[in-house]
């Protein structure tokens, strides 16, 4: 009985716990959450059928704390049936395109994507591994390298990542010769690829910063390949 009357004074103040999602109080957030979470868990999610839209749009607040709260949900999308979360993927801003792909692979785990929809919007990716914002640019090329595994970049895309590797800004190149030893694991590229492009990383050693160490050590691993 007491958890009835709780959830019912739950489901009167619904509109107050929706609002709070985009709080920017971490804490009211998560309390709100649980409290969406709990609507739903008690039987009652179509109580929250006329805000869908209202929580997909949260996927891509301005503020980043509602909206990694919302992409860390996205099991409670799966379950109120939520449509077009997949929009994120090529969302024009860096920070909400990655905030997308970061949860990609729960994306398709969870069905709200399928793999073949993610490959035909890979070309998305590709701005994320030269981004202005540099957490951002070496988280994405962190998660290139599981995409490869995953499938979702494949050999047909082996020219665009080498056009990396000699890409004019030594922090976009560095992150993108960091990959190449486990991407030669995989067979995403080849020897024959490294050699031809080597020079470029070779250029790197003459970088007056951590940049130059970065290289030096990556040019050492890679002799094993010779």
């Given at each position: 009985?007491e958890?009835?009357?709780?959830?019912?004074?739950v489901?009167?103040?619904?509109?107050?716990?929706?609002?709070?999602?985009?709080?920017?109080?971490?804490d009211?957030?998560?309390?709100?959450?649980?409290?969406?979470r709990?609507?739903?868990?008690?039987?009652?999610?179509?109580?929250?059928?006329?805000?869908?839209?209202?929580l997909?749009?949260?996927?891509?607040n301005?503020?980043?704390?509602?909206?990694?709260?919302?992409w860390?949900?996205?099991?409670v999308?799966?379950k109120l049936?939520?449509?077009?979360?997949e929009?994120?993927?090529?969302?024009?801003?860096?920070?909400?395109k990655w905030?997308?792909?970061?949860?990609?692979?729960?994306?398709?785990?969870?069905?709200l994507?399928t793999?073949?929809?993610?490959?035909?919007?890979r070309?998305?990716?590709?701005?994320?591994l030269?981004?202005?914002?540099?957490?951002?640019?070496?988280?994405?090329?962190r998660?290139?390298?599981?995409l490869?595994?995953?499938?979702?970049?494949?050999?047909k895309?082996?020219?665009?990542?080498?056009d990396?590797?000699?890409h004019?800004?030594?922090?976009?190149?560095?992150y993108?010769?960091?990959?190449?030893?486990?991407?030669?694991?995989?067979?995403?590229?080849t020897?024959?690829?490294?050699?031809?492009?080597?020079?470029?990383?070779k250029?790197?050693t003459?970088?007056?910063?951590?940049?130059?160490?970065?290289?030096?050590?990556?040019?050492k691993g890679?002799?094993?390949?010779?």
């Open positions: 009985m958890q009835n009357i709780n959830i019912r004074e489901l009167r103040e619904k509109k107050v716990w929706l609002d709070k999602l985009k709080s920017p109080n971490k009211e957030r998560e309390k709100a959450w649980e409290m969406i709990l609507i739903i868990d008690t039987g009652n999610g179509n109580e929250l059928k006329g805000y869908l839209g209202y997909r749009s949260l996927l891509w301005s503020l980043q704390g509602v909206r990694e709260d919302a860390n949900n996205l099991d999308y799966k049936l939520v449509k077009g979360v929009r994120g993927l090529t969302a024009n801003s860096d920070r909400i905030s997308a792909w970061s949860k990609v692979l729960d994306m398709i785990s969870l069905g994507v793999k073949d929809q993610v490959i035909q919007v070309y998305s990716y590709w701005r994320l030269r981004s202005r914002w540099m957490t951002i640019r070496k988280k994405a090329w998660l290139f390298v599981r490869v595994e995953e499938g979702i970049f494949q050999s895309d082996k020219e665009r990542f080498i990396f590797l000699r004019r800004k030594a922090g976009v190149r560095i993108a010769w960091d990959a190449v030893p486990r991407l030669l694991e995989l067979g995403f590229i020897k024959e690829d490294i050699v031809s492009q080597i020079q470029y990383l250029d790197l003459s970088q007056e910063s951590n940049i130059k160490k970065r290289a030096e050590k990556i040019l890679l002799e094993s390949w010779k």
